[in-house]
């Protein structure tokens, strides 16, 4: 139980310092995972990172699954998870009241009217940065532009594009490894 | 209680579904939006700055902030325990596995052709926004066809577009500004449209 108790905790500290998410957060594990806690060397978190990167779901929360099953199996992971979620809901609970009450006042608006284009911006950049990791040949690329255009255009659930995606990966690399051969 | 089942399993899917952190649970909810009606695209791009200036990783920040605006506090709680859902099944899985899953050919090829969709669904719904905010263009979808229907307000935003314009020289090509925080940069927005009126009001 005292364990598991300082799984949370630790990983609502984790929570708290993280600032944006994904990247942003690895200094920080390290920090407080390898070093002042022992719980996985330097190479393991690197790997959860990685492999957090890669399945399903938010970064922060794969990750966090992973160093609390080590510790402690599956409650660990759960326990890990709610841990590094707890002060989100605190925090944006309280704001998001405020927000509403303040959301009237013509001052509020403008400043998100503003911070709006900001945040097209910041999303620009990350497609930016992803684009270099993702689109690494013509095959890519056109998986891409179709998905780009497809989601734009059509009513499709994003989770259609998903799938077939992953599909075309297997069967691309399946048909490039008979032509090799 | 319907509310809260649905709402649990709306953010289910985007956690099973959505690769690669954050940024990419944003498409899926554009989705929900458009499809519960629950909150206007306008109303997600405000919930995801107010993500990206607080504490906590941005897509549990914006899935807490969505399941409050639908639900309040419970609406809260439920959205972000169906997000995580999927993501503690799935990690417990792999654990058990690790070895394979690190070495499995099939796993990379999948990952090869879903990390150019993640982007390219990324890419879309930064579009979308984009055409929202800077020229007015919005979409919607139709009852009786799978094609979106798009319509213009007739509003251009040229102080919209110099903003974007200097915030992406600032955000991408010198060197001092381009690391600091978003937050940083959200901040600065903000001040921009309080002094030049960007809601017009």
């Known amino acids: ?181 | 209680m319907t509310l809260y089942l649905r709402l649990y399993w709306e953010f289910f899917k985007t956690g099973l579904f959505a690769i690669g952190g954050g940024m990419a649970t944003l498409p899926f909810l554009k989705d929900i939006g458009a499809t519960t009606g629950w909150f206007s695209q306008t109303d997600l791009m405000n919930m995801l700055a107010v993500s990206e200036s607080t504490p906590g990783p941005v897509g549990i920040n914006m899935a807490t902030y969505v399941g409050y605006t639908v639900g309040g506090v419970p609406g809260a709680i439920v959205a972000t325990i169906g997000e995580v859902t999927p993501s503690i099944i799935v990690i417990l899985i792999v654990a058990a596995m690790l070895a394979k899953f690190r070495d499995s050919q099939y796993v990379a090829n999948a990952f090869y052709g879903l990390r150019p969709a993640s982007t390219g669904l990324i890419g879309a719904a930064c579009a979308g926004v984009m055409l929202q905010v800077i020229a007015g263009i919005t979409s919607a979808s139709q009852e009786d066809s799978i094609l979106m229907k798009f319509s213009w307000d007739g509003a251009i935003s040229w102080r919209g577009i110099i903003l974007a314009l200097v915030l992406l020289v600032f955000t991408r090509y010198i060197k001092k500004t381009k690391d600091l925080h978003p937050i940083v940069f959200i901040g600065v927005s903000a001040v921009i449209g309080v002094v030049f009126h960007f809601a017009g009001v």
């Open chain 1, 1 to 181: 139980m005292k364990e598991l108790l300082e799984l949370f905790l630790t990983f609502a500290k984790i929570g708290v310092m993280t600032f944006g998410g994904g990247m942003a957060m690895l200094p920080i594990l390290e920090r407080e995972v390898v070093q002042n806690k022992h719980w996985a060397t330097e190479e393991e978190l690197v790997d959860y990172f990685a492999i957090g990167q890669c399945t399903p779901g938010i970064i922060a929360v794969n990750t966090a699954t992973f160093v609390g099953q080590k510790r402690k199996g599956a409650m660990g992971g759960i326990t890990a998870t709610l841990g590094v979620v707890f002060p989100s809901l605190v925090i944006i609970t309280i704001l998001a009241g405020l927000i509403t009450n303040f959301a009237h006042l013509a001052w509020v608006q403008n400043a998100f009217a503003g911070i709006q284009v900001c945040v097209c911006v910041l999303i620009l950049n990350a497609v930016l940065k992803l684009l270099k990791k993702s689109v690494v040949d013509k095959r890519t690329a056109v998986i891409f532009v179709i998905v780009l255009l497809g989601n734009m255009l059509l009513s499709v659930s994003p989770v259609w594009f998903v799938l077939l995606s992953a599909l075309s990966g297997i069967v691309l690399k399946n048909l490039e490894g008979r032509a090799a051969k």
